[in-house]
């Protein structure tokens, strides 16, 4: 089955420590991207790449990083510098150059104690 | 410019009526209008989409109405279901940039 793997669902951590969150795709997407998802704040845009090895920051950035090491994978670090982290993290993809529908993962639920 | 605004925050339709939501926007590079539907706990998930060629598409009983001039578009859901209860986004996309979300609606279908 193609399609977008996040884990884990749901994520406890400490205030104070890093934490990666993992996204998997298999749909050959150039283009994959992070977004933070708030009650009533919609879909913001952490960052976002499209092609391996560049990425650009999207309209939150601060206090988070990424990689794109390889075409598949696009994991997400919130890092202690991140004041507000606790929220519900969704990764997507698109095929190349970005244009026209995202496919979105299940999306992993960040609680920072 | 880059926003997408998004109304009503939430709507209640009764089972059997039209649900519709709004969008607006400002920036007439966007050539690009999906609507995503979201369940609670999973990702959103593409329903319909149009670009600004048209002014309406109809997959099922969900309807886009585009108004270029005015820079609107809206999502029409027909015969609304309790099954139809969930959050929707509208976005726009210029060019091979990301998607820009509206805030986005949640609907309930009430028997």
């Known amino acids: 089955d193609g399609g977008i793997t996040q884990s884990p669902k749901y994520l406890f951590r400490k205030e104070g420590q890093n934490v990666t969150l993992s996204c998997e795709q298999n749909?050959?997407?150039?283009?994959m991207y992070w977004y933070r998802q708030d009650p009533g704040q919609g879909l913001r845009l952490i960052y976002y790449?499209?092609?391996?090895?560049?990425?650009q920051k999207g309209d939150i950035a601060e206090g988070y990083s990424v990689s794109r090491e390889k075409k598949e994978s696009f994991p997400l670090t919130v890092t202690s510098a991140q004041k507000n982290p606790t929220a519900f993290y969704l990764c997507?993809?698109?095929?190349?150059?970005?244009?026209?529908?995202?496919?979105f993962g299940p999306g992993t639920r960040l609680t920072v104690l | 410019q880059q926003q997408v605004k998004q109304s009503p925050q939430s709507l209640i339709v009764q089972k059997g009526g039209i649900s519709i939501i709004n969008c607006a926007y400002e920036n007439t590079a966007f050539d690009y209008f999906p609507w995503y539907q979201q369940f609670p706990g999973k990702g959103p998930a593409l329903l319909i989409a149009i670009r600004p060629d048209v002014s309406e598409k109809k997959e099922g009983r969900f309807t886009i109405s585009f108004n270029k001039s005015a820079k609107q578009f809206s999502l029409h859901i027909m015969d609304s279901q309790p099954g139809d209860s969930a959050t929707y986004f509208c976005?726009?996309?210029?060019?091979?940039?990301?998607?820009?979300f509206g805030k986005g609606t949640r609907l309930s279908v009430i028997a």
């Open positions: 790449s499209q092609i391996v090895n560049d990425f």
């Open positions: 749909l050959n997407h150039d283009a």
């Open positions: 976005a726009a996309q210029p060019g091979n940039t990301p998607l820009v």
């Open positions: 997507a993809s698109s095929k190349s150059g970005g244009r026209g529908e995202q496919f």
